[in-house]
């Protein structure tokens, strides 16, 4: 009668151990397939759609500490530039000042625009602060198209214009886009037309 009890107390706590052992293995298999979908990887090879469609960009050298304006303007629209970042059709990103109030090196201004009305655009910089070691100071400048959201941006106008002295505003380009939002090639030229001391 002892042995038969020593039996069954064994072979309960084989049936115990046996039946822990099959939850905690089906409580990690779940774990295991939950997992991919817990925090699924990036797509590497995912693109990154730029807003707006009227891309312009102006960079001048890297550390140098010099305040640089990007002003644009569009077609029926008000001049867009460091005092009034807004407009109905375009936005400066932001202001760079140099290296006053900026974290990186990098010296850069960017404006979009909404939508692609058909007329002249024009694009100026001026030269807002700089020490006297960075003048001249020469800064590129590139114009860039986006059709629609499914295409991608595509240099339009490309150009580098050099800066002489504190205060000097310079026309870039001034040209028209037609009712498809193309660039009309014989409309490119660079007529002076002040943008800054429009907005006043």
Do not use: C
């Amino acid at each position: 009668m002892g042995q038969l009890d020593e039996l069954d107390e064994d072979g309960g706590d084989t049936v115990f151990r046996d039946v822990i052992f099959l939850a905690l293995a089906g409580f990690v298999a779940i774990v295991v397939m939950l997992l991919p979908f817990v925090n699924p990887p990036a797509k590497a090879d995912a693109e990154v759609e730029s807003p707006g469609n009227v891309i312009v960009e102006i960079r001048w050298p890297d550390e140098v500490d010099a305040d640089v304006d990007l002003w644009v303007e569009a077609p029926g629209d008000v001049p867009v530039g460091y005092s009034n970042q807004s407009g109905t059709i375009f936005n400066l990103l932001r202001d760079d000042l140099g290296l006053k109030n900026d974290v990186t090196a990098l010296n850069y201004e960017t404006t979009y625009s909404r939508g692609i009305p058909a007329g002249e655009y024009t694009i100026n910089l001026h030269l807002y602060r700089s020490l006297s070691q960075y003048i001249p100071l020469t800064v590129t400048v590139v114009v860039s198209l986006k059709q629609d959201k499914n295409s991608s941006a595509k240099q339009i106008l490309v150009t580098r214009k050099t800066l002489r002295s504190v205060g000097q505003e310079v026309t870039v380009f001034r040209f028209s886009l037609d009712e498809k939002g193309r660039l009309i090639t014989s409309s490119v030229h660079d007529m002076p037309r002040p943008l800054r001391t429009a907005t006043r």
